[in-house]
């Protein structure tokens, strides 16, 4: 979801050819599975679109990607635990460090419906604005 978002609105702002961006899990589960079906109608919804398949992180991509953004404190730390990630701490962050109404997790809606889903949409939407602005300043 944080991706299709963060897509969107990199398009609405014409930076979508400046920006690259890509998601994964922390583990191996799901790879190749396309997104949840109520992340899609959620995002859709929202008049986003996504169109993903998983896949796992890997260390190229902590020495490739200028930043990663984990959704929670557990995928943090299986973050830092990957090799690469002793050469390249300073680029590892929480998604709600951006989030203006405070930090914390972003909590997985996996286990909720369709109120859960809309909730994480927000968060994640207004995270990625700011998060959008910060780099834009920089």
Same mark, same amino acid.
């Given at each position: ?7 969107? $609105?990199? &398009?609405?702002?014409?930076?979508? =050819?400046?920006? @690259?961006? @890509?998601?994964?899990? &922390?583990?191996?589960? %799901?790879? /190749? *599975?396309?997104? *949840?079906?109520? &992340?899609?109608?959620?995002?859709? $919804? #929202? /008049?986003? &679109?996504? $169109? %993903?398949?998983?896949?796992? !992180?890997? #260390? %190229?991509?902590?020495?490739?990607? *200028?930043?990663? !953004?984990?959704?929670? =404190? ?7 635990? !990957? ?6 701490? %300073?680029?590892?962050? !929480?998604?709600?460090?951006? *989030? +203006?109404?405070?930090?914390? #997790?972003?909590?997985? +809606? ?8 809309? =909730?994480?949409? =927000? ?5 990625? @604005? ?9």
């Amino acid at each position: 979801m944080a991706e299709a978002i963060f897509k969107h $609105k990199i &398009t609405q702002l014409g930076l979508h =050819e400046s920006w @690259d961006s @890509d998601s994964c899990g &922390t583990s191996n589960y %799901h790879i /190749g *599975d396309n997104p *949840d079906k109520r &992340t899609i109608h959620c995002v859709n $919804k #929202n /008049g986003v &679109t996504i $169109k %993903h398949a998983a896949r796992q !992180l890997s #260390n %190229h991509d902590i020495e490739e990607f *200028d930043l990663i !953004l984990a959704m929670d =404190e557990n995928n943090h730390r299986d973050i830092l635990r !990957l090799e690469a990630a002793s050469f390249h701490q %300073h680029k590892i962050k !929480l998604m709600r460090e951006f *989030d +203006p109404h405070g930090a914390g #997790n972003v909590p997985d +809606p996996y286990w909720g419906g369709e109120k859960e889903f809309q =909730e994480v949409f =927000e968060m994640l939407s207004r995270s990625m @604005d700011n998060f959008i602005n910060s780099i834009q300043r920089e």
